[in-house]
């Protein structure tokens, strides 16, 4: 069994791109890497005591909610150690989506398979490129729970979405087979889809999870890295800073690769930011 912790970075009103991250891993090792992500923030926490005790990236790393007394580059330091233990031992997987291009793509067809709202249909990525992913482990061990930062609104339908698995978005995980010598794609049906993922995610707070909260740092990294494609540094050096993250963790991620021509293949392209291979 598999566990994928998962959190996002940006709202409407706050940036032009939402990125929802998870990082995957094996049960066996649990422990262990939750350990070693304790034991980086336990060692950062005794330098600086007056500092919180949750870490939400976009605050640690400007500096803002008590984490001013962190000097700046062991802050830097800090959020690239947190993608190194996410290289080392996960797998990760991501959603970027252009807010201004999905809200231009909404219609009464996609609002019954993604809400019409991004946090939906980046869920739905995420899900199916793990199951597109893990489909072909033997004997269930690929079999993944989904553990994401509670999000009360949506999760219901989510879980709903996974447990109906709408052929809308086959497309995204489906495999080829050959048939009478030509090399087709083989239909899914209702006892295989999703049938990687387990029917109900579950929500938990981000303080709760150590790994949530290194799937928040994996969002944040991919949502600055998008942002600074398109607007200026805020300081020297933060594109390479941020280039140089990315490399990191986008080497462990896994992506939509081959696909039939469909609809929901051809969303996911359409609503990517500039620089983002969905």
Same mark, same amino acid.
């Given at each position: 069994?598999k566990?994928?912790?998962?959190d996002?970075?940006g709202?409407?009103?706050?940036?032009?791109v939402?990125?929802?991250?998870?990082?995957?891993?094996?049960?066996?090792?649990l422990?262990r890497?939750t350990?070693?992500?304790d034991?980086?923030?336990?060692a950062l926490?005794?330098?600086?005591?007056?500092s919180?005790?949750?870490?939400?990236?976009?605050?640690f790393?400007?500096?803002?909610?008590?984490w001013?007394e962190?000097?700046g580059?062991?802050?830097?330091?800090?959020?690239?150690?947190?993608?190194?233990?996410a290289?080392?031992?996960?797998?990760?997987?991501?959603?970027?989506?252009?807010?201004?291009?999905?809200?231009?793509?909404?219609?009464?067809?996609?609002a019954?398979?993604?809400?019409?709202?991004?946090?939906?249909?980046?869920?739905m990525?995420?899900?199916?490129?793990?199951?597109?992913?893990?489909?072909?482990e033997?004997?269930?061990?690929?079999?993944?729970?989904?553990?994401?930062?509670?999000?009360q609104?949506?999760?219901?339908?989510?879980?709903?979405?996974?447990h109906?698995a709408?052929?809308?978005?086959?497309?995204l995980?489906q495999v080829?087979e050959?048939?009478?010598?030509?090399?087709?794609?083989?239909a899914r049906?209702?006892?295989?889809?999703?049938? &990687?993922?387990?029917? =109900?995610?579950?929500?938990? @707070?981000s303080?709760h999870s /150590? *790994?949530?909260?290194?799937? +928040? #740092?994996?969002a944040y990294?991919?949502?600055?890295?998008?942002?600074?494609q &398109?607007?200026?540094? =805020?300081?020297?050096?933060? @594109?390479?800073?941020?280039? /140089? *993250?990315?490399?990191?963790? +986008? #080497?462990?991620?896994?992506?939509?690769?081959r696909?039939p021509?469909c609809?929901a293949?051809?969303?996911?392209?359409?609503v990517?930011p500039?620089?983002?291979?969905?």
């Amino acid at each position: 069994m598999k566990f994928a912790y998962v959190d996002e970075s940006g709202d409407a009103g706050q940036t032009s791109v939402f990125v929802m991250a998870a990082l995957l891993v094996d049960a066996y090792r649990l422990r262990r890497i939750t350990a070693d992500f304790d034991q980086i923030l336990r060692a950062l926490l005794d330098r600086h005591p007056g500092s919180p005790k949750e870490l939400k990236t976009k605050a640690f790393i400007g500096g803002r909610g008590g984490w001013s007394e962190v000097p700046g580059d062991e802050r830097k330091a800090f959020l690239r150690s947190l993608c190194e233990l996410a290289a080392r031992d996960g797998k990760v997987f991501a959603s970027a989506i252009c807010l201004n291009r999905f809200d231009e793509m909404k219609s009464a067809e996609l609002a019954s398979v993604t809400k019409n709202h991004y946090w939906h249909a980046a869920a739905m990525f995420v899900a199916s490129m793990i199951q597109k992913r893990l489909q072909s482990e033997p004997n269930n061990k690929g079999l993944t729970v989904l553990v994401m930062d509670n999000n009360q609104q949506s999760m219901p339908a989510l879980s709903d979405a996974i447990h109906v698995a709408d052929p809308w978005f086959d497309g995204l995980y489906q495999v080829q087979e050959k048939k009478r010598g030509k090399t087709v794609w083989k239909a899914r049906s209702a006892a295989d889809r999703f049938d &990687a993922i387990v029917n =109900t995610a579950f929500a938990i @707070r981000s303080n709760h999870s /150590s *790994l949530v909260q290194v799937a +928040d #740092a994996l969002a944040y990294v991919y949502r600055r890295w998008l942002e600074l494609q &398109a607007e200026d540094e =805020t300081y020297t050096g933060e @594109r390479g800073y941020y280039q /140089s *993250l990315f490399e990191l963790i +986008d #080497a462990q991620r896994k992506s939509i690769g081959r696909c039939p021509d469909c609809d929901a293949v051809k969303l996911y392209k359409a609503v990517a930011p500039q620089g983002w291979k969905p």
